[in-house]
């Protein structure tokens, strides 16, 4: 995620939380509370140091010159301070790089919205913190009770560090290159094995090559290809229990709920835009590959990836919602039966063989060039799921109403759809290439419409059955 950042491409998430009208100012309280707990979250003091010559890996650095004022920001929305107002702002964000001198992150505080209300949007790059993570951050940040909570002093004092010398880091960078190369060999060997045992031949229930999406064979659509550095956001969400509602009554998943949605939302824009679909889209889905026992708030990101069939040019609800039960059910099947990451190796390998200048060079050539529009893109969008807390939480005593996260965009893919179930609700946050799809907002209105759809047939399907 580092080495593939680019102007066109920023590799940061972000939470959009919006508060209750706060009782008093918030930003001091804020302030105040943000740094009793820096101790809680490691990543917030730590910057990269990039090798000489970027041949090397760069290296987490306890930032000597960290300043909590760089980070923690604050800006009124231009009236009305509605819904429209705080997505523009959120995209004008989404769009731009974090600053590499600094500790990856930034907060801000946005006042003047509609009703005395105030939003908190956190930006944290992938690097530093993937999605799975920024849950757990929000368990760091955030209370059980307006009165807050006592937090636990550090174990020790926070020791700043000096940037390491020339002569070491080149040492390092020596050693990790003279390393690549077995490192290479060693992963071409799992990958090649992984792939000889997932054929079939020791693995039955392995699902054939016809019923497997495959990566570069999604379809072209309106929203592929070339990406700009602009970027537009849409907030939305539902009731957690109507999302539930439709799982139990068809016999599905959450997960499942939230790509049939989508996918709902994905066939409405499309036939706007006269690109009637005509074969499914193609959705990557992360799963967690995180090993157990790791801290709440540890840095890192360890995910992996299903790839999910959308059937957008099937006009029937239900229909589509049992055809993405079918095949995320044969994809997580085939995932959890195969033996090893094959995603996760690739990357590795890509690694191994390259530098970070390589990598970095590569990507820019492909992000400005016209490569995304002339070659297949991976896959059509990324869709996440991710489970948040269920009971009511307090960020510097005001309540916290809405929890909205976004992911970044990729690889000429130009919409991301991340949902989190935050106390009550299902909160929707679809980011997307801004000039590729300036109205991503009809995407998460079809998301609702495409809800209360399948919530009254639930209930249809209910009572047929009772």
């Not at 840095?299 to 069939?309: F, P, Q, T």
């Not at 690739?346 to 590569?362: E, G």
């Amino acid at each position: 995620m580092l080495h593939a950042e680019t102007p066109e491409m920023p590799m940061h998430t972000m939470g959009v939380l919006l508060l209750e009208k706060p009782a008093h100012s918030l930003y001091d309280r804020l302030r105040r509370s943000l740094q009793k707990r820096l101790h809680l979250i490691e990543p917030f003091r730590r910057r990269l140091v990039a090798g000489p010559l970027q041949i090397g890996d760069p290296h987490w650095l306890e930032d000597p010159d960290f300043d909590l004022d760089n980070h923690l920001l604050r800006t009124a929305l231009p009236a009305p301070g509605g819904t429209r107002e705080l997505e523009d702002y959120a995209g004008d964000l989404a769009g731009r790089l974090l600053d590499r001198a600094r500790p990856l992150w930034e907060m801000h505080l946005v006042e003047g919205l509609r009703g005395g209300r105030v939003a908190l949007i956190v930006k944290v790059h992938h690097a530093a913190m993937d999605g799975g993570r920024l849950v757990a951050l929000m368990g760091a940040l955030l209370d059980p009770s307006p009165r807050g909570r006592r937090i636990p002093p550090p174990d020790h004092a926070w020791i700043p560090e000096q940037e390491p010398s020339l002569a070491w880091m080149a040492l390092d960078a020596s050693r990790t290159v003279a390393a690549k190369p077995l490192n290479a060999l060693r992963t071409i060997t799992e990958i090649g094995g992984v792939l000889l045992r997932n054929r079939g031949g020791d693995n039955p229930d392995t699902m054939t090559d016809e019923h497997r999406p495959r990566v570069f064979h999604a379809p072209a659509t309106p929203f592929n290809g070339r990406l700009s550095a602009q970027r537009a956001v849409a907030m939305a969400d539902v009731a957690f229990d109507d999302v539930k509602l439709i799982k139990d009554a068809f016999d599905t998943t959450v997960n499942d709920v939230v790509l049939a949605a989508s996918c709902a939302g994905l066939r409405a824009w499309l036939l706007a835009h006269d690109a009637p679909p005509a074969q499914p889209l193609i959705a990557t889905v992360p799963v967690s590959v995180r090993g157990e026992g790791a801290g709440d708030a540890e840095s890192g990101n360890r995910v992996s990836m299903i790839l999910a069939e959308l059937p957008v040019q099937d006009d029937d609800a239900v229909r589509r919602l049992r055809a993405i039960n079918a095949a995320t059910s044969r994809a997580k099947q085939h995932h959890g039966s195969s033996k090893g990451d094959v995603f996760r190796q690739t990357s590795d390998l890509l690694l191994n063989v390259s530098t970070p200048w390589m990598l970095q060079h590569i990507m820019a050539l492909y992000s400005g060039s016209d490569l995304p529009e002339r070659l297949p893109v991976p896959w059509n969008l990324v869709i996440s799921n991710l489970p948040g807390p269920r009971q009511p939480l307090y960020c510097a005593g005001a309540r916290v109403l809405r929890v909205y996260p976004f992911g970044p965009l990729q690889l000429g893919s130009g919409l991301n759809i991340t949902v989190m179930s935050a106390i009550d609700r299902l909160c929707v946050g679809a980011l997307a290439c801004k000039r590729r799809m300036p109205d991503v907002a009809l995407v998460t209105e079809a998301f609702l419409a495409e809800i209360t759809l399948l919530k009254q047939l639930a209930r249809k399907a209910r009572r047929r059955g009772s």
